[in-house]
């Protein structure tokens, strides 16, 4: 069952930050929060994941609440391309199963 | 990153007839990988678990007779949609865990007629 509450829509301006919220307010502490995103028609892409520290790839930052209730996806120069459905998932980190939960439909805007 | 390949990427079938869909590991070997259904504008479901060289794990409400999953080695796993209804119609969708992250197949849009 997905446990995480997104909002359905969001919209941002290109070449601005998209910072997408997840909330988690149920979270295990051994459960670790994953973000992927699907563009129309496509399997999900891996965009990245955490514990409760902050992480930074080449793609996004993910930010966790000190209390890890939620989190904020950051796509720091929002792009055209970016604009897909957002899915933040928590998952434990010996399970394999990814329960989907209803996402955020991010769309950048010229 | 590694990479799951699904085929076909699109199947038009008549209502009746068996659709089978091919999900491989590319460059890993995964002893168990998921099948998604995912309905327009809906997020995707987990079906059913695949677990090589045993019996795959459907999750509450999918029926296995009508989707049979086979996982005959390491790198191959096959969802057969059997005897195809236009409410079978949907995106299906592999994915394989290479710890820790989950690798997706590009998708098998199914259309029955």
């Known amino acids: 069952d997905a446990k995480t509450t997104q909002p359905p829509s969001m919209d941002c301006a290109e070449g601005r930050a998209a910072n997408l919220p997840c909330n988690h307010s149920?979270?295990?502490?051994?459960?670790?929060v994953y973000w992927y995103r699907q563009i129309h028609s496509q399997g999900p892409q891996y965009i990245i994941h955490g514990l409760k520290n902050n992480e930074t790839n080449e793609m996004a930052s993910l930010i966790i609440t000190e209390d890890r209730k939620s989190s904020t996806l950051i796509l720091p120069h929002a792009t055209l391309r970016d604009t897909a459905v957002y899915y933040c998932i928590v998952r434990v980190a010996t399970g394999n199963q990814f329960y989907f939960g209803t996402g955020t439909s991010l769309t950048v805007i010229p | 990153g590694a990479v799951v390949s699904q085929h076909p990427s699109w199947v038009i079938c008549k209502s009746g007839t068996s659709v089978k869909i091919e999900c491989r590991s590319l460059?890993?070997?995964?002893?168990?990988m998921f099948w998604y259904r995912q309905f327009p504008k809906q997020s995707l479901m987990l079906m059913a678990t695949s677990n090589e060289g045993s019996k795959a794990t459907y999750e509450q409400g999918v029926e296995k007779d009508k989707f049979l999953i086979n996982h005959a080695s390491l790198t191959l796993s096959t969802l057969t949609v059997t005897s195809a209804h236009p409410e079978d119609s949907s995106f299906y969708i592999c994915s394989a865990p290479l710890p820790p992250k989950l690798f997706f197949g590009s998708g098998t849009q199914l259309s029955v007629l």
């Open positions: 460059d890993f070997q995964a002893t168990t």
């Open positions: 149920t979270i295990s502490g051994n459960e670790y």
